[in-house]
Structure formats: structure tokens, C-alpha cells
């Protein structure tokens, strides 16, 4: 069994979180209690995303106070077909000048069905507190390296099935639900492909893959948190309307565990 005693950087209140299920206030509980957990060494990003550029200051702001080294923050997007780039573009800008902490765009399009284009990107990577965007598209994690390798900024993949592709093409890491059960290999990964022994990290990545399609695509919040259970640590139950999962994806969920080496 793994168990990740040496990651030193979290991110709370996304997707898998549940972020969207949380009100401001337990939002900024959480980030306020597991920084007391992890120390002050540690670095702590917390998702703000809210659908007005107020609100989402305001949330931000809030969250760098009670200890957030950073925000994680998608395109607004319950109005999507009134957004433009232009205002998009204003959103982030108008969110990083008024924030303490530094901004990640997290560009989710299977959640927020907006794309920002590499253009807009690239424009937002000029802002010196806007400082990386979390991506899914390889094409484009790799043209964002490109574009902005001139810039303080980090393109990091948005999941851990192909975090090692990300990084051969330039990316800093990741930002990925699959941490909150193998972070351990997800870190030893990492820091092979730092190391340069690609080969090592390649055998890693592929036990990597299957488990990662199975609880990121497949089952969402409930199949991780079961894993999680599976693993040893405390997952609980989805907030409704989320249901909980079944008897037979919970097996199978087990089962990729064993056949990969990971229980």
C-alpha cells in the first residue's frame, strides 16, 4: 500500500472535492484547517471559482488571508454563450490585480463547456500574478509551453493519466484528483522525469493510467472517495445530488487496485 508522506504541495476545493457542494464559508474553514495541518511549508492551493468576478475576488481574497499560497479558479460559465474572450480576459485580470495570492486558470472545458484559446492564455501569462493554467488538451499544454516560455508561468496537466507526456513536452507537473489516493507514486513519478530517467517513470505512468480513467472518467467524486476508503484513508459519502456508487464499480475499483500493484 502507498502512502503519501512526501507531498509537499495540495490542492483543495476542486472538482473532486466536491468544490461546487461547498458553501464560501466551510470553503475558507477547510483551507484555514489544513493549513494548520500541513504546516507553513507547505504549499496550499485552494479553488475559488464563483460566477461572478465579485464574488470570486471576494472568495480569494478570503482564502490567501486564512493561508491559501495560491488560487484555482475555471472560467465563469453558467452564462457560457454571453462570454467572450474580452471578457474572460477581464475576469482573470480584474481577479489577479485584486488578489494577494497568485492566480491559476484552471481552463476545464467538460465543466465550464468554454475553452480559452492559447491566444487569451498567453495574454493572461503577462500578468505577473497570473502565474499557470491547468489544462487537459496535450496539443495545447504543449503549444502553451511554447507560447509562454519566455514568462513566469507553469502549464500543468489537468490529470494524472498523461502526466508524463505533459512533462516531455515542457510542463511543470500537474494538478490532479488521482493525488488524493496515489499521491506517493504520482510524486515518485515526478521526480524520475525530473531526474531524467524517463524509462523508470514511463513503467509508473502506465500502472497509472487504468486506475486514473476508472475514478476520474468513470465514476467521479464517489469512485475516488471509495478508493480512498479502499486505501485506508476516510472518503465519506458524496453531498447530494451526487448518488453513491454501486457495489460492482467499488469491486472493480478494488480490483485495478491489486492488478496494478497499488493494494
Known sequence: MYRAFNIKRYCVG?????????????????VSKIRSMIGNDRLLIAGTTCEST?????????????????????SPFYFKTRMTEDSLYKH????????????IVYNMVPVTGIDLSIGVLKKMAAHPNIVGVKDKDMAKL????TE???????????????LLAAMLVGCSGGINGLAAVLGE??????????????????????KLVNIDLLLMQECGPAGLKAA???LGYSGGACRSPLPPICDEKVEKIKRTLEEDGFL
Request: with cysteine; hydrophobic share 45%.
Open 228 to 230: 480512498m476508503e479502499l
Open 92 to 103: 482573470f485580470v480584474t481577479l489577479a490585480d485584486s488578489c494577494p495570492a497568485p492566480v
Open 54 to 74: 465579485k464574488l470570486t475576488c471576494d472568495l480569494s481574497k478570503a482564502a490567501a488571508e486564512v493561508g491559501a499560497d495560491g488560487v484555482l479558479v475555471m
Open 142 to 145: 504543449a503549444a502553451l509551453v
Open 14 to 30: 476542486g472538482s473532486n472535492g466536491e468544490g461546487p457542494y461547498l458553501s464560501a464559508d466551510e470553503k475558507i474553514e477547510m
Open 148 to 162: 509562454t516560455r519566455n514568462l513566469q508561468f507553469q502549464v500543468v496537466a489537468g490529470s494524472a493519466s498523461y
Open 185 to 206: 507514486p504520482l510524486c515518485k513519478m515526478h521526480a524520475l522525469a525530473m531526474d531524467g530517467q524517463w524509462q523508470k517513470a514511463l513503467e509508473l505512468q502506465r
